[in-house]
């Protein structure tokens, strides 16, 4: 049973383009959405979270949008740079201590 | 301030046999959880160590077992090793006061390879 849905599983975009992820969750429940970024070789690191009491959140170069009537949530990067080529997972929380993640998007940017 | 430590990094064990992985939490982190992550896919749950007992179980099989220690370090064994056991295993730790809303901290992980 997949909780969180994320699209594309691949992303291509130019230096100072604003690559969109999306995921949609199906746990009306869920109170936290939080995006990982993850490089090769490394573990995943928290890079920016929602909760759904707010429709947006900005940190930096990152943005979260969320559409709690739709079940969906995304996120965007401004200016995106070639370091921020990654792969990104949407994850949502299960219980207090466990997230589900969803299958990530492979972002590249290229130069 | 050192954050959550994996080893082996790599590891390499034909199918049948038994695999330890170890994690030292992240300074001032009491809760140890465990994720597989398989080629391409997101992390999937294993289970969860607080107060050196398991607490949260996702849905993999016995199989897999883990330990806690007084020092919040973990382990995770896997026995009778499948092909299908390959994979990065991910050691997450965080403090159970906060629980998720400040984040988990993830390890780099240990590859593991079954052949």
């Not at chain 1, 999306?22 to 939080?34: H, I, M, S, V």
């Not at chain 1, 070789?41 to 890079?47: C, E, R």
């Not at chain 2, 301030?1 to 330890?20: E, W």
Request: charged residues 15%.
């Amino acid at each position: 049973q997949q909780q969180v849905k994320q699209s594309p599983q691949s992303l291509i975009v130019q230096k100072g383009g604003i690559p969109i992820i999306n995921c949609a969750y199906e746990n009306t429940a869920f109170d936290y959405f939080p995006w990982y970024q993850q490089f090769p070789g490394k573990g995943p690191a928290l890079l920016i979270a929602i909760r759904p009491d707010v429709s947006e959140k900005k940190e930096g170069r990152f943005t979260i949008s969320f559409n709690k009537s739709a079940k969906q949530f995304s996120l965007h990067i401004m200016d995106s740079q070639p370091g921020d080529s990654a792969t990104y997972f949407c994850a949502a929380p299960q219980g207090a201590q466990k997230l589900v993640f969803g299958q990530g998007t492979r972002l590249t940017i290229n130069p | 301030d050192a954050g959550v430590t994996q080893s082996p990094t790599h590891l390499i064990k034909t199918r049948g046999q038994q695999v330890t992985l170890r994690c030292s939490p992240k300074s001032g982190h009491d809760t140890v959880s465990w994720y597989q992550q398989a080629l391409g896919q997101g992390p999937q749950f294993i289970f969860q160590y607080y107060e050196e007992e398991e607490r949260q179980r996702g849905n993999f099989p016995d199989r897999f077992s883990g330990h806690q220690f007084p020092n919040y370090s973990s382990e995770l064994n896997v026995n009778a090793l499948l092909l299908g056991d390959s994979a990065l295993y991910l050691c997450a730790s965080s403090f159970r006061g906060t629980g998720l809303h400040y984040g988990y901290t993830f390890g780099s992980g240990t590859r593991l390879t079954v052949v």
